[in-house]
């Protein structure tokens, strides 16, 4: 899977993914997001996700939703705001987000980029219900 990992800010990291996901790749994906990233310091995430191949996203998901770094990365962001093309990777990140409890999620189409940024910039007392 083709991906870049970006500490635009002190407060916001970028994923970028297309394609089908390498479920050998995510190791490498949570060691770098874990290097740019501070556990006492919750920033933002926002992730794009663009023509995701449905069986491999899915398995990745599943798989490491129960791994105890997936559980150690979601403590170094406070909101996570998911952009894609498809409506499936929609309802997946939703779905996903039951084992988000501590953060807030919400997801966007790829237009509405700005939005997200702006959803992200916002302090938690100042958002609306995901």
Same mark, same amino acid.
């Given at each position: ?63 490491? %939703?129960? #791994?105890?770094?997936?559980? @150690? /990365?979601?403590?170094?962001?406070? =909101? &996570?705001?998911? !952009?894609? *093309? ?5 309802? %997946?990140? #939703?779905?996903?987000?039951? @084992? /988000?409890?501590?953060?807030?999620? =919400? &997801?966007?189409? !790829?237009? *509405? ?18």
């Amino acid at each position: 899977m083709p991906y870049t990992i970006q500490a635009e800010t002190k407060d916001l990291t970028t994923i970028d993914a297309q394609g089908e996901l390498n479920p050998d790749s995510m190791p490498e994906a949570v060691e770098q997001l874990i290097e740019q990233t501070d556990a006492e310091d919750p920033g933002s995430l926002l992730v794009r996700l663009q023509h995701m191949d449905l069986g491999t996203l899915h398995t990745v998901a599943s798989d490491w %939703s129960r #791994k105890a770094e997936f559980f @150690a /990365l979601q403590k170094r962001f406070g =909101k &996570v705001a998911v !952009l894609t *093309d498809q409506p499936w990777v929609r309802q %997946s990140a #939703k779905m996903q987000s039951v @084992a /988000l409890p501590d953060t807030e999620l =919400k &997801v966007y189409d !790829l237009a *509405d980029e700005a939005d997200a940024r702006v959803w992200l910039e916002k302090a938690p007392a100042e958002t609306e219900p995901a």
